[in-house]
């Protein structure tokens, strides 16, 4: 069982900043890709940003420059520094790892936290 826990999200005025952070624990080997994804009312889930465990990162053309993805290998932890938000950036956002669960396994596996709501308000 692997578990990711999220923390984090909150209202916001327009132009401020909010640190997301995801705990992966469990029966956890190696972590491969661990990313963010957000989903707004009535929208399909979405990619905002990704970071492989060499720290090779990749962004959504709506929140480079904005957005930084971050983790720590030690700790199983991926952070996002959400700055300068908008209204738009409202919505759920999500956790996924991708992750090896022993030395035997053959594949990695994606799993997703609970989700932790941003609200962004004008």
């Known amino acids: 069982q692997v578990q990711l826990v999220e923390s984090g999200g909150g209202l916001v005025q327009a132009g401020g900043s909010l640190r997301l952070s995801c705990a992966a624990s469990?029966?956890?080997?190696?972590?491969?890709?661990m990313g963010w994804y957000r989903q707004a009312p009535g929208k399909q889930r979405e990619l905002v940003a990704a970071i492989t465990s060499g720290g090779s990162t990749n962004y959504a053309d709506s929140v480079k420059g904005r957005f930084t993805i971050s983790r720590d290998n030690a700790k199983n932890t991926v952070y996002l520094q959400l700055n300068s938000l908008k209204p738009e950036d409202t919505a759920v956002y999500y956790c996924?790892?991708?992750?090896?669960?022993?030395?035997?396994?053959?594949?990695?596996?994606?799993?997703w936290g609970q989700g932790t709501q941003v609200t962004v308000s004008p």
């Open positions: 469990g029966s956890i080997f190696s972590i491969g890709v």
């Open positions: 996924n790892a991708q992750v090896r669960p022993t030395y035997y396994s053959a594949a990695y596996s994606p799993h």
